[in-house]
């Protein structure tokens, strides 16, 4: 099994509506990323919770605020989000065990972001 | 940080043709992975490499790790109507931390 979950799969939100995107892997990995990802570009890195602390934060506003709750779920708050926030948020997971540089990440299907 | 060039950015090609595109590395790396995603869903992984010269295979998909761990291609024959979307190269940098890098995405158009 190699699948992430990720709810809801579509989000409508004001910009003082606070709200949580959900991420969920039992594959037993023990990184997972949140990455933000515009049409036709590459997913930008957020993110990463490595063995349930966070590792990388690649300067991302604190309206943005990650929370790893165990080594299968992470969530990512919203608060106070701008319109060019508005993008797909996708999560993976990595089993990150030892050699990162053989590591291969599975993402799930991401959630659909409008701010309105 | 580590730069995945890809090329080419978009193609359009008749069905039942085959598709080669590839990626290319400021850097070396380890590990080189293929994903192709749809509108609106999260890539989806396609071929893992993880040897220098390694050629793996996966259905009518063929990826092959380069030699001097710079580059990788993406080979895909008989092209069929939902081979449509955008591919990305990506790999796990070598330095610490968690770091994973993206190419720049070739989008994919087939005709039918």
């Known amino acids: 099994d190699t699948e992430v979950t990720q709810t809801p799969k579509h989000l409508v939100m004001g910009m003082t509506n606070k709200k949580s995107l959900k991420c969920e892997q039992h594959?037993?990995?023990?990184?997972m990323y949140w990455y933000k990802q515009k049409a036709k570009k590459p997913p930008e890195l957020m993110f990463v919770?490595?063995?349930?602390?966070?590792?990388i934060n690649e300067s991302v506003p604190s309206r943005f605020s990650p929370e790893c709750p165990n080594s299968s779920l992470l969530n990512l708050h919203l608060h106070a989000l701008q319109p060019e926030d508005s993008a797909l948020y996708l999560c993976?997971?990595?089993?990150?065990?030892?050699?990162?540089?053989?590591?291969?990440?599975?993402f799930g299907p991401g959630t659909r972001l409008t701010v309105l | 940080g580590q730069q995945l060039n890809q090329s080419p950015q978009s193609m359009f090609i008749q069905e039942g043709e085959d598709v080669s595109m590839n990626c290319t590395s400021s850097?070396?790396?380890?590990?080189w992975l293929w994903y192709k995603q749809d509108p609106g869903e999260g890539p989806v992984l396609l071929i893992a490499?993880?040897?220098?010269?390694e050629l793996t295979s996966n259905g009518r998909l063929t990826a092959q790790f380069g030699i001097t761990r710079k580059d990788s291609f993406l080979n895909i024959s008989a092209s069929i109507p939902s081979d449509v979307g955008i591919y990305f190269c990506a790999g796990p940098g070598l330095d610490t931390g968690n770091q994973f890098y993206f190419g720049t995405g070739t989008s994919l158009t087939v005709i039918p």
């Open positions: 919770y490595s063995y349930e602390k966070l590792s």
């Open positions: 490499l993880y040897k220098a010269g």
């Open positions: 594959m037993g990995h023990r990184a």
């Open positions: 850097s070396i790396f380890n590990t």
């Open positions: 993976a997971s990595s089993q990150d065990a030892g050699d990162i540089s053989t590591d291969t990440q599975y």
